[in-house]
């Protein structure tokens, strides 16, 4: 997708270089061109030995991929970031407060803030969840935001990924992949750690533990196998954490609990960070064809005696129809106005705006309401003639299914080629943590990037990259 809009520089301005990069800038100027070409090889040939690879759903071949590395890091100050992740402390509560009160009293949909069709008829809302709260009432244990940058002071929200976020295992290793790099740059410029992930992941999951639990909470990570195209970061963040990665079939019902096997016999375990999908959970309460769940995993929870993180049914809060609500959402249960603003949302359900989205779709970005990865969307203005036509019949068959939202001319920072820095466009992804005690935010997260010129599709299944993102500490 191209544009020819003006654009937001996060590194210059037409007055010089802008106060967060002015440090890197200094030490970029002095270093040799040939050196840094060298050192992006060597980040790709770290990326490839340490297996840090990807898989594209629906592609032919079945080879794994490498996200593509850039060595200029993505800047942020102190004072950007506060307000960043302020804003995100507020919407994951908010969020959080949704859930339970979906599953509960119902109060947002009684007071009309929030259609109950919306609710009622999601695929993402799982009816074996009502009346009844996780342990220490927490839905959404880990978050990540996905925020866009169209100005100095201008972010939005792009949306919220409340089931199972991926992508933190890549924010970990650029950063890792930096530092083995360039020790020096961060000597000379001070930016915040985020290494603490994992042992605050660790953390955040002990402190959800059912309430029943005694002595330190056993944890581990559910994966769905190897054939998953995020397992190298479900056995990377179980390693990191030093806990079990395991599978359905290592995992059964013992005296109304969740057990692992090992080789003394089965364990006890008190939180389960699942990266399966709901519909594959519990084969006796969802999908019955399911080999990558507990078979009554569900009864256990419901009693009381297993967390599940994130909860089942949380994808009814990433819903991109729920997401045009969420300034009202906010508003609703903490009663502030929105810090982060979302972006303008058309939702196709409604005939008018219908209507409006087929005569504009040139000028559009239409997804699907439970799409992600840049899949199932179309970009308009970058689409053709023909596939306008065709996704203007899906539209008109099911338009429930989209929403659509304007093209924004998103911020750009300089990427690392042969003929030196050239802008890109970026979005950004921070992870929060939330548990009972309250809300840890990573200051940092994964800047993805499109490494096309002129694209604005950063999605690592679409071709985009990733760098690492600093925020510095003053």
């Not at 071949?61 to 593509?68: C, G, V, Y």
């Not at 944890?219 to 998953?228: M, R, S, W, Y």
């Not at 479900?234 to 359905?248: K, P, R, T, Y």
């Not at 050239?422 to 840890?440: I, M, N, Q, T, Y």
């Amino acid at each position: 997708m191209t544009t020819r809009a003006k654009h937001f520089s996060e590194m210059s301005t037409q007055s010089g270089v802008r106060a967060p990069y002015a440090s890197y800038d200094t030490w970029f100027a002095q270093q040799d061109h040939t050196r840094l070409a060298k050192k992006s090889g060597e980040a790709e040939a770290f990326f490839r030995r340490t297996g840090i690879t990807f898989n594209v759903y629906g592609q032919s071949d079945a080879e794994e991929r490498l996200i593509p590395f850039d060595l200029v890091p993505r800047i942020i100050s102190n004072k950007e970031w506060t307000k960043l992740s302020r804003g995100i402390d507020q919407r994951v509560r908010a969020i959080n407060a949704f859930l339970h009160d979906i599953y509960n009293r119902q109060e947002i949909l009684r007071a009309g803030v929030v259609p109950t069709s919306l609710v009622a008829q999601n695929e993402a809302f799982l009816p074996q969840m009502m009346d009844f709260s996780p342990p220490g009432g927490v839905y959404t244990h880990i978050v990540g935001t996905d925020i866009v940058r169209t100005g100095e002071d201008d972010f939005f929200v792009l949306e919220d990924n409340a089931r199972t976020p991926s992508g933190v295992s890549y924010m970990l290793e650029n950063r890792e992949t930096m530092l083995q790099m360039f020790p020096e740059l961060f000597s000379k410029i001070k930016v915040q750690r985020v290494s603490d992930y994992p042992k605050n992941l660790r953390r955040s999951l002990e402190a959800s533990a059912p309430a029943g639990c005694k002595g330190r909470p056993c944890v581990v990570v559910l994966t769905p196998g190897i054939h998953n195209s995020a397992y190298y970061e479900h056995s990377f963040l179980a390693d990191q954490m030093g806990v079990e990665l395991v599978e359905g079939h290592d995992l059964r019902v013992v005296d109304g609990h969740i057990a692992m096997r090992t080789t003394r016999g089965y364990k006890v375990i008190d939180v389960i960070y699942r990266r399966v999908d709901d519909e594959f959970l519990d084969p006796l309460t969802f999908n019955p064809a399911s080999m990558l769940g507990v078979p009554g995993i569900m009864d256990v929870y419901r009693a009381g005696n297993i967390a599940i993180t994130n909860a089942p049914g949380t994808g009814v809060a990433d819903d991109k129809a729920i997401y045009s609500y969420m300034p009202e959402i906010v508003e609703f249960y903490t009663g502030e106005r929105a810090i982060l603003k979302n972006v303008e949302t058309h939702r196709c359900s409604e005939p008018d705006t219908l209507q409006y989205v087929l005569d504009n779709l040139a000028e559009l970005v239409v997804k699907e309401v439970h799409g992600s990865g840049g899949y199932g969307m179309l970009v308009g203005p970058a689409a053709s003639k023909t596939e306008i036509a065709e996704f203007a019949e899906k539209l008109k068959a099911h338009p429930a299914n989209y929403i659509a939202q304007p093209t924004l001319s998103l911020s750009t920072v300089p990427i690392f080629t042969e003929a030196g820095l050239a802008p890109r466009h970026v979005d950004l992804r921070p992870f929060a943590l939330v548990s009972p005690s309250g809300v840890d935010i990573t200051p940092g997260g994964l800047t993805r990037v499109a490494l096309t010129e002129g694209s604005l599709v950063v999605n690592s299944s679409q071709g985009g990259g990733t760098k690492d993102t600093w925020v510095l500490e003053d």
